[in-house]
């Protein structure tokens, strides 16, 4: 099903780029920096929305389900990408959190601009992949993505929560969602290329979506990134200055456990908060579904009555 886009926000041609091949390079810059400056606005006008997403989100991951981005083209990238950053960042396994983009994986590195029109695929992929305990958040700038809108309609039938993230008012994508966010950017510097504000702002909500979820998810340790995967030098520092700020040891000290800790900082920090062997500690990380927060709390109830 074609629908028609010359009628949508983001399609418009912006008056204050209307010259814009006539200006500077600085002048270009400061209009492209001042149109960015007001999508984090149009965001924050949508926190209630992104907020009831969390939620519901949280409850399906809780139980056992896991979370799918959808899109095509720069959408579908953007969703890749958050996808991918979600296991090293919060020691997640990949399959928690997956993307999916139309014409595949290649498609991340080259555009198949016609993938996005291909609804069988769309409905397709998704029931492939999807059951009912799961979170699909379909990605459009436009809302009208063909490819998306079949498969968020797909997930509906296999009784999938549904989350819509579109950059214009009433689309066909929020009405098939059961949590619709909508963040009106308007018309970008160049007429149409949704690559531009509209792809930053669904940036700004992923970060917010997945980080949220992840903090409520106990991969947070006060603002620190405990889970998260020691897997180069950089990390491996990364994650001695994690044991280091979160127990107040020192650099020497905070090396030595997280080399017993196999470079798990989580376990680093439980051994010298609690003074338990590794293994203990692994087996109450997974009594409490690897939240990191409840095993804290666990343990401090445990060293008060012991």
């Known amino acids: 099903m074609q629908h028609d886009t010359s009628t949508l926000l983001t399609e418009q041609s912006n008056r204050r780029s209307a010259n814009l091949d006539k200006l500077s390079t600085q002048e270009i810059l400061r209009l492209i920096n001042e149109e960015d400056q007001t999508v984090a606005v149009q965001v924050q006008s949508v926190l209630p929305d992104i907020e009831k997403a969390i939620q519901a989100i949280v409850a399906r991951l809780e139980n056992g389900g896991k979370m799918y981005y959808i899109g095509a083209g720069s959408s579908g990238r953007i969703g890749m990408l958050d996808a991918a950053e979600c296991p090293p960042t919060f020691g997640v396994d990949p399959s928690m959190v997956s993307a999916i983009i139309a014409g595949g994986e290649q498609a991340m590195f080259q555009a198949v601009e016609d993938a996005e029109d291909q609804e069988q695929a769309g409905a397709a992929d998704v029931r492939a992949r999807l059951t009912s305990k799961d979170v699909l958040i379909g990605l459009s700038a436009s809302g009208q993505t063909p490819y998306v809108l079949s498969g968020l309609h797909e997930a509906s039938l296999l009784n999938v929560l549904t989350v819509s993230v579109s950059c214009n008012t009433g689309t066909s ?123 804290v709390e666990q343990l401090y109830r445990w060293k008060q009555q012991s």
């Open 173 to 295: 994508l929020s009405l098939l969602a059961d949590v619709p966010i909508e963040i009106p950017v308007g018309p970008e510097v160049i007429a149409g290329s949704t690559r531009l504000k509209a792809t930053t702002a669904q940036k700004m909500v992923l970060n917010m979506i997945s980080s949220t979820v992840m903090i409520h998810l106990g991969k947070v340790y006060r603002n620190l990134m405990v889970n998260v995967q020691a897997s180069n030098e950089k990390l491996r520092l990364r994650v001695v200055n994690i044991v280091m700020q979160a127990t107040g040891v020192d650099e020497e000290t905070a090396q030595a456990y997280c080399q017993q800790a196999g470079g798990d900082a989580r376990i680093a920090i439980l051994m010298i908060m609690f003074g338990l062997l590794p293994d203990e500690l692994a087996f109450r990380l997974r009594q409490n579904q690897e939240h990191f927060g409840k095993t």
